[in-house]
Antibody, heavy 117, light 110 residues
Framework: EVQLVESGGGLVQPGGSLRLSCAASGFTFSSYWMSWVRQAPGKGLEWVANIKQDGSEKYYVDSVKGRFTISRDNAKNSLYLQMNSLRAEDTAVYYC??????????WGQGTLVTVSS | QSALTQPASVSGSPGQSITISCTGTSSDVGGYNYVSWYQQHPGKAPKLMIYEVSNRPSGVSNRFSGSKSGNTASLTISGLQAEDEADYYCSSYTSSSTLFFGTGTKVTVL
């Protein structure tokens, strides 16, 4: 059974940093693209970033370019999202997802990031 | 680039069929057969219902079907059931190698 467990969310001040983690199990992590998707309170889904199996390709939504960095450690079956220069509009539940030909086939339960002073 | 356009809400009676549209451009929906659909119940993570325009993952009911014409993709739910009441989002691969979600549609079972 595929399991994705996010962690690292919390309350952070504007301009601050946070690192999210996603622990994967139940599948061969190194064989799949992985994504981060977020959902602001009461709003729709927004794709944030994805990363190729070996980490050689990474793509980001324009609003986080230069501030967020996606990475992975295949030896630890883990996905990460380093978030810097956080803004109020980054407040959201952040989901990690296993990609299947550009579709997000499996999702974690999400971790809440709140950016507020 | 902005989100794909979906109707804010669609409703139907049990047993009826409903269709949700997802309109993009030739740089996303119209340019690739990489349209996906997701169902999200309140407080839950999204669930993949359709991928690559019309393919159903294992375990998804065959009451859910997808199609595409030009820059508009569609999700049809036939034999509407109470458990289908949820938010639905489309997603498409884009020419920038990124992904975009639709604005979301709330499905209400009357």
């Amino acid at each position: 059974e595929v399991q994705l467990v996010e962690s690292g969310g919390g309350l952070v001040q504007p301009g601050g940093s946070l690192r999210l983690s996603c622990a994967a199990s139940g599948f061969t992590f190194s064989s799949y693209w992985m994504s981060w998707v977020r959902q602001a309170p009461g709003k729709g889904l927004e794709w944030v970033a994805n990363i190729k199996q070996d980490g050689s390709e990474k793509y980001y939504v324009d609003s986080v370019k230069g501030r967020f960095t996606i990475s992975r450690d295949n030896a630890k079956n883990s996905l990460y999202l380093q978030m810097n220069s956080l803004r109020a509009e980054d407040t959201a539940v952040y989901y990690c997802a296993r990609d299947l030909d550009t579709a997000m086939a499996d999702w974690g339960q999400g971790t809440l990031v709140t950016v507020s002073s | 680039q902005s989100a794909l356009t979906q109707p804010a809400s669609v409703s139907g009676s049990p047993g009826q069929s409903i269709t949700i549209s997802c309109t993009g451009t030739s740089s996303d929906v119209g340019g690739y057969n990489y349209v996906s659909w997701y169902q999200q119940h309140p407080g839950k993570a999204p669930k993949l219902m359709i991928y690559e325009v019309s393919n159903r993952p294992s375990g998804v009911s065959n009451r859910f079907s997808g199609s595409k014409s030009g820059n508009t993709a569609s999700l049809t739910i036939s034999g509407l059931q109470a458990e289908d009441e949820a938010d639905y989002y489309c997603s498409s691969y884009t020419s920038s190698s990124t992904l975009f979600f639709g604005t979301g549609t709330k499905v209400t079972v009357l």
